[in-house]
């Protein structure tokens, strides 16, 4: 991953690391709030030695001095310098434990000994420090002093007192709740990391190139209307579900360049990722084009065409395949354009057996000469084999991903299966994609929709209009032998379907 690919990462989880950051600062001020009051006293001593005072000798003591004092920094914490000051002050305490309260510093080419004493209570700090301060001035005398007899060369004198601190040295709060949001902050990005790596759905165009070079034919953003509108004409124009199918059309006749596949079936790994709601958009924005399309529900386990339409589903593709009608009859036209619609019909106890019979394929190809586009909705492929059948049918497939709906693994195991049976992968469409955040896929130069009407927009307003939904219209479409035939369910506009070619009684 480049710095990028992390970035993304802290963006996405960006709440999770801000959570993660706040329980250390709550963690921190609750070990400051609960920590017992501890307070620091220190005495500093000089170190000299005593000579005649010449120029010479003065360096010579000086040298002495400066090699000497760390080794008097090592006595501070020994049983020697202790115990008398435990003797003193009549402590609790063994010379090991006062040794854990007691430090002993001394800067660098110096001769300044600095005793720090840490206790619970300020004035018995103190009181230590200053025991331990004569305590070592009597021990280093008594270790100096010739075995001949005399004096010892080196004195130590106090040239701070050790006095009754007025504020505690820790907890440090300001300290406590740095450290603790800063390992908070830590700990977040780590788990944010391990949650990316340990996740394997596709969230982006990044994680379907790990898996796929196949074409982007189109990124569909995510749009919290979608389940109760659907379809783009119930958007505006310019709204930016609108002009995602637009480029979804565009893209797929580039894909498309050399004009053999259009026959076209828009298939999904697993139900739930929009496949059916990108097949019917995307007949609708081929027929805006002026091209005549038949939008055909081939899910005859959960077809929802016919709903998202407001048509007549009982009548249609299984109706044609069991030769119950001629398919002319059967086409249901939609909204100002050249769309027509063959439903699913019944749903049978038997779809892969109609699917993958030659009835089925005879079918496709009538509608594939009758109609500049055939666009035809599949079942997902994992759960069942209906769409890995139909593919064998058809001029090209387009697969829709679910963003955060699918993961790797069963995107993997979906192009796997038709590659199995040769099917003509003509790209992938990224639905339900973020429109803000780590994860879009838009670049913002979209129109706001119109303002509504009694709480409906003006384009979703004008779609109800120019299609009613449940009128009852007496029309009729032409069949084979010339003659015309009314059709008993529910259109949305007048006009005659394309001639489908001389039929088979299935």
Known sequence: MDLRDYLRILRRNWTIIVAFALAGLLLGGAVSLFSKPTYTAETQLFVAIQGSGTVQELQQGNTFTQARVQSYVKTVVSPVVLQPVIDTLGLTLTAEELAGKVKARTDVNTVL???????????????????VGDSLIKA??????????????????????????LYPSAPNTRLDLILGMLTGTLLGVGFALLRTTLDARIRNEDDLRQVTESPLLGAISYDQDAEGRPLVTQHAPQSPRAEAFRQLRTNLQFANVTGTANTVLITSSLPGEGKSTTATNLAIALAQAGRTVCLVDADLRRPM???????????????????????????QPWGDDELYVLASGQIPPNPSELLGSSEMQHLIERLGEAFDTVIIDAP????VTDAAVLSQHVGGVVLVVGVQKIKRHDLEKSLSNLRL????LLGVV?????????DAYNYGYYSKELPSKGGRSVAASRSRRAHPGAAELSSELPREDGTRTAVPWPRHATGAAPEIGASRHF
């Open 140 to 165: 280093v005398d008594m270790l100096e002093k010739p075995k001949a007899g005399g004096t010892s060369p080196v004195s130590l004198s106090v040239i701070k007192p050790a006095v009754a601190p």
């Open 421 to 424: 049976v040769e099917a003509n």
């Open 380 to 383: 997902p492929l994992l759960p």
């Open 430 to 438: 990224l639905n339900r994609v973020p429109a803000k955040g780590a």
């Open 113 to 131: 000994i600095s005793i720090a004493v840490e206790d619970s209570s300020p004035v018995q700090a103190s009181a230590i420090a200053a025991a």
């Open 305 to 331: 065409v016919a709903e998202y339409l407001g048509l007549e589903r009982n009548a249609g593709l299984t109706t044609a395949l069991v030769g119950a009608a001629n398919v002319n009859d059967l086409l």
